[in-house]
């Protein structure tokens, strides 16, 4: 679908029935009437809400499937850890050629008095060939690292499910921010068509009066400068609407374009209370203060993982198999094979690691001071900006207050003058004085409704209820 078509698709959806967009271009006026039958029927419309909007994004955005992934990954290496409890058996197997065998003295003369008391012999054991074959299995009975690494991977688990909820976070910080916005550029596109057929009004009239050879032509051009000036913040709030809407798209994981032809449902602004009194600080819904807890809470592990190293650890070992012992190469010669077997404890208690543990345990020491030190930081910084986004609101709120009503006397004072121009009582240039300052009030009053809705956004933010949106 192409932009001039999307262009035009919401065109038609911002303006109600029977209101008319006058337009001029050069000395002739073109006339834009544009009126709800002409438009896709309401019920035929795709209307997204802002709980949809945040969902979408997050299944559909690779990113956040990705951050998934992730977590997954991470439970199916804690599920692993959990074998090292179960018994490991092996299976052995060996053939070794012995070209030359092993000699040893012997003590002869104390098995044989014919021989003085200090009599030795050297003789050769073993054969030239030998071989061995069994099964052997441990079982760990007393292994203290193995919990401790359990805990750690439970941890890291809960650290990378943490991580992923700050990607979710932010992203429904901005299909919210992006969301209001399109809200917000709809409600400037009506305005902006008031503003149009109001400055065309005026451009009528004072038209009417140069015709008439009644009025300068200066006074003319700066009538129609006003108005074209309206003109393009319509056609410009029209574009801007687009481009949201194509973004919104992209953050809900959605590529093709020409979807963007859909009506969010404003009814997300009388749902949720944008009153600025009191202050509910949340900590423990943001994830990120999450993130750098677990993170300290991991060093304590770590920490008993590096002293777990100095202790004994037990298991039960046994083996069952059979030695052949020959001079020549015959692995099934008989009477070769001998049976052998045992089962025993294999205590092993660790002296040395070719490591400094202590150091080890210092490193991370420092680490979880670290990450306390950076968690109180950051649990100050979102205290801050909550406190700060309050402050804004209040104030923005008190400043939309004055504006909504000088709003309301200017266009009710330019009603008065253009009918006292056509009347001969008023000049043309009070007139136009007039409609560019309501323009410039008109610009401030929308920045204003902007500011507003991100310092509520960043409120909740700051403060841990951003969830509010989507759950």
């Not at 090292?84 to 092996?90: L, N």
Request: proline residues 3%; hydrophobic residues 40%; neutral net charge.
């Amino acid at each position: 679908m192409s932009v001039n078509h999307l262009f035009k698709c919401q065109f038609r959806k911002v303006i109600t029935n029977g209101i008319i967009c006058f337009i001029l271009k050069g000395s002739s006026f073109i006339v834009l009437a544009i009126v709800l039958t002409l438009t896709v029927p309401a019920q035929s419309q795709n209307i997204l809400t802002l709980n949809q909007a945040i969902n979408n994004g997050f299944s559909n955005r690779k990113n956040i499937q990705a951050g998934k992934s992730d977590l997954q990954i991470r439970r199916l290496q804690t599920e692993a850890l959990y074998k090292k409890y179960w018994p490991q058996v092996s299976l052995e197997y060996t053939y070794l050629y012995n070209p030359i065998l092993q000699t040893s003295i012997l003590p002869i003369g104390i098995f044989n008095p014919d021989y003085p008391a200090d009599a030795t012999m050297s003789l050769q054991f073993g054969t030239t060939w030998s071989q061995t074959a069994g099964v052997t299995a441990i079982q760990p009975l007393i292994d203290l690292s193995i919990p401790r690494h359990i805990d750690e991977a439970k941890l890291q688990e809960r650290i990378t499910a943490a991580s992923q909820a700050q990607s979710e976070y932010e992203l429904a910080y901005t299909i919210a921010q992006t969301f209001i916005e399109i809200s917000l550029q709809e409600s400037k596109i009506k305005s902006a068509i008031a503003d149009t057929n109001r400055t065309f009004i005026s451009y009528k009239i004072l038209y009417n009066k140069f015709i008439e050879n009644r009025l300068l032509k200066s006074d003319l051009n700066k009538s129609l400068i006003n108005h074209n000036n309206a003109v393009q913040l319509l056609m410009d709030a029209l574009s801007e609407l687009i481009e949201d809407k194509v973004y919104l798209l992209f953050l809900t994981g959605e590529t093709a374009i020409e979807k963007s032809d859909f009506v969010i449902d404003t009814g997300f602004i009388k749902q949720y209370n944008m009153s600025a009194s009191g202050l509910s600080l949340v900590p423990e819904s943001i994830p990120e203060l999450q993130q750098l807890d677990l993170q300290a809470q991991l060093t304590g592990i770590l920490v008993m993982s590096e002293k777990a190293k100095h202790l004994p650890t037990l298991s039960l070992k046994g083996f069952i198999g059979a030695n052949q012992y020959t001079n020549n190469f015959n692995p099934t010669e008989s009477n070769t094979w001998f049976g052998i077997s045992y089962v025993g404890l294999d205590l092993k208690y660790p002296i040395l690691f070719g490591e400094n543990v202590k150091k080890n345990i210092q490193v991370l020491q420092l680490q979880s001071t670290q990450y306390t030190q950076q968690k109180e930081d950051k649990l100050s910084l979102y205290a801050k900006d909550a406190y700060t986004s309050k402050l804004k609101m209040e104030r923005v709120m008190s400043q939309l207050k004055t504006q909504e009503e000088n709003l309301a006397l200017s266009i009710e004072s330019i009603n008065i003058t253009q009918a006292r121009v056509t009347e001969g009582q008023e000049s043309a240039s009070t007139l136009n004085l007039d409609e560019s300052d309501l323009q410039s009030l008109k610009n401030e009053y929308e920045m204003n409704k902007k500011q507003l809705w991100n310092n509520w956004l960043n409120y909740l933010k700051a403060s841990g209820q951003l969830n509010i949106l989507w759950k």
